[in-house]
């Protein structure tokens, strides 16, 4: 008997990987090794007491699902505890580079695909994360903590605004049951309120899931799960005869390549730090996923890493980024090596990575400071200028975001002394504007003023400027302090800070009057709080 709230959710199921790949014959959540398998079929755990704290209309119209959902519905439905008709729910199996070093199997341990859908012409995989154990969970629970969920939830859809790519999240629904944590991995484990969020993309395949099968030598899955994805997820590289060539493989890692990097230079542009860029959280479509440790960059530090875990080797800080994605790529190609043969092929793809890096961060600077791009020869010839603003920005603390935000409403005609004297201009993005040295104050002021000349050189009208870097710079951003002020209300059942958070990110490149608290600098009782400042990877 179907109920006429659960009707409203019915979504059609179109399951194309499972139709691809082949199953593991086993079922069930034990844990276990699953070879020559893409994919388990498991059940979600139902939970005891699910509520509905959070919902993205957006997301839900991508589906065709209502803009609000009959919350006791939603919430059965997206905490796993009610199978609608056609899910067939699964996790996949995949591996990956934990922090430099081959982990194995890893797979979707705490994540289960209830469906994929076709709505107006994209496909989307529907997925529940914190619904319990599967084959792949290891020593964990499978569950997902209230704090890393809002996290996951409002992140994705603060990045889809800004117009970064990446996975989607349609809802958040906490469990109704404790989750055991030990966040600081002191040995003093608490109860946590639990969470689950339903997360939504073209796909989930990573870079792992290929580096899986050649790691065991398995080279007919890889082709099945490479053919797969290139047909249903890049068409346009599927060859007309179905059966592709070393160069058309070679021209799909490219493609990724690209992919990769134009989304990690928008990291760059807006101040994301993923934090835990593992190769089994590298999106075979370039999209940011896994939002775990991430954190925004503040104070403009390319040495900085939100994630504790990490705060030795700092692989995962904001200025090794780029670094990181190349790196992460080779491993991408040595899982599919077998399918291309050659390796000047692969590498042909690397430099393309390389090439579009450059590319693509050149022209971001360009924009963020509302200049022109100058090459000559082959040389940027704006590469001094950025570089001496990054450097005067180390020396001191200065808000990312907010520094570039206000540098649009420089005029062209003044000099530092009147840009660096203004209220409520440049001064607000220093965390302590009146203790800094001289030799701060020197280079920023005598980078001002190689600004403002070079504007004047252009001669582009200050309000075109203006509008043009407005569009580039956000105002407002997914800064940690903000999670964790609608995590600590969520926590005690009011989500209305956090609705209010998710209306914000809606429009991070606009002046939303009324709001600015949303766009202030960290405050300092954020700055040592856990969450806050810096993140366990606990969650
Ligand atoms: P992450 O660092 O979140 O990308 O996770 C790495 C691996 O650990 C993935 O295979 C996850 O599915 C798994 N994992 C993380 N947390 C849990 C959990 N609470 N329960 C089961 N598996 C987990
Ligand atoms: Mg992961």
């Known amino acids: 008997m179907q109920n006429p709230a659960l009707d409203t959710l019915a979504i059609d199921f179109d399951d194309s990987f499972v139709r691809a790949l082949p199953a593991d014959p086993e079922e069930g959540n034990h844990r276990r090794q699953v070879y020559d398998a893409g994919y388990s079929r498991v059940q979600p755990t139902p939970v005891k007491a699910p509520t509905l704290l959070g919902w993205s209309r957006e997301c839900a119209a991508l589906l065709g699902l209502p803009a609000s959902p009959d919350a006791e519905a939603a919430a059965q439905v997206f905490a796993g505890n009610r199978l609608l008709d056609g899910m067939d729910p ?46 792949y969970s290891r020593m964990a629970d499978g569950r997902a903590v209230l704090r890393s969920s809002v996290r996951e939830f409002l992140c994705s859809e603060a990045m889809h605004h800004l117009g970064v790519p990446t996975t989607r999240a349609l809802s958040l629904v906490s469990t109704g049951e404790p989750v055991i944590r030990d966040m600081f991995y002191d040995g003093h484990p608490k109860p946590e309120p639990g969470a689950v969020v339903c997360r939504v993309a073209p796909s989930f395949v990573r870079f792992g899931s290929f580096e899986i099968f050649a790691s065991r030598d398995d080279p007919r899955t890889a082709k099945t799960l490479a053919d797969y994805v290139i047909q249903t997820h890049f068409p346009a590289l599927w060859p007309a005869s179905g059966a592709p060539t070393r160069e058309d493989y070679a021209a799909w890692f490219a493609e990724i390549a690209e992919r990769t990097a134009r989304t990690i230079t928008h990291w760059m542009r807006v101040g994301f730090v993923h934090g ?174 190689a600004y403002t000349a070079r504007l004047r050189e252009e001669g582009r009208p200050d309000a075109e400027r203006r509008a043009a870097m407005n569009r580039v710079n956000p105002k407002y951003v997914m800064r940690n302090y903000l999670a964790q002020l609608a995590i600590d209300d969520a926590e005690q059942g009011d989500t209305a800070r956090l609705t209010e958070t998710l209306d914000v990110m809606r429009d991070p490149y606009g002046e939303q009057p009324g709001r600015e608290e949303y766009a202030a600098r960290r405050p300092e009782w954020a700055r040592n709080r856990p969450g806050c400042s810096t993140l366990s990877c606990s969650s």
């Open 90 to 135: 699964y996790a996949a199996c995949y591996g990956g580079h934990q922090f430099g070093n081959w982990a194995g199997q890893l797979g979707d341990g705490r994540a289960i695909t209830l469906g994929e859908t076709v709505h107006a012409g994209q496909r989307w995989e529907l997925q529940l994360k914190g619904a319990g154990p599967t084959p």
């Open 276 to 449: 835990v860029m593992n190769t089994d959280n590298m999106s075979i479509l370039g999209l940011t996923i896994d939002y775990g440790p991430y954190g925004w960059l503040e104070p403009y530090d390319p040495g900085w890493t939100p994630n504790t875990t990490d705060a030795h080797g700092r692989r995962y800080r904001f200025g090794n980024q780029p670094a990181v994605g190349g790196w992460n790529l080779v491993r991408l190609a040595h899982g599919i090596y077998d399918l291309v043969g050659q390796a000047p092929l692969l590498q042909a793809g690397v430099d393309r990575y390389a090439k579009t890096l450059a590319d693509e961060a050149r022209a971001m600077w360009a924009a963020k400071l509302g200049i022109a791009e100058r090459m000559h020869g082959g040389e940027d010839h704006n590469a001094e200028l950025v570089g001496q603003l990054l450097s005067a920005l180390q020396q001191t603390e200065v808000d990312y975001c907010i520094f570039h935000r206000k540098l649009a409403d420089v005029a062209s005609a003044a000099d530092s002394d009147a840009i660096l004297k203004a209220s409520d201009g440049i001064r607000e993005s220093f965390y302590d504007f009146d203790g800094m040295s001289k030799e701060a104050r020197d280079a920023i002021a005598g980078w001002l003023d």
